[in-house]
């Protein structure tokens, strides 16, 4: 379980670069919340996140798939700054 999350982080970092990972939304089947932002995730209930830049959007769940991390797309965190919730508790707490 945590060497599949860590795989994961590490495979959204390394496809990301600079430009966004279209991959794992394209490719992926592991990626099972595409599509479902904001419904709950088949596995843990917890609502599924959003990474959206330009014309690109990726669905993702942030306790199955990123140990509770939400992932930052850089624009977004650019203008949100602090606002930027840094995990799925804080998210839940605001
Ligand atoms: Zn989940």
Redesign the pocket.
Known sequence: MRAELREWIDRLRLEAGDAFPEKVTASHPAMK?HGKFGQP??????PIQRIAYAQNETNY?????TGGVLLRDRALSRILKQDWPATLDDLEDS
């Open positions: 919340a995730c088949p596995h843990c209930g917890s769940c942030a306790r199955c798939q």
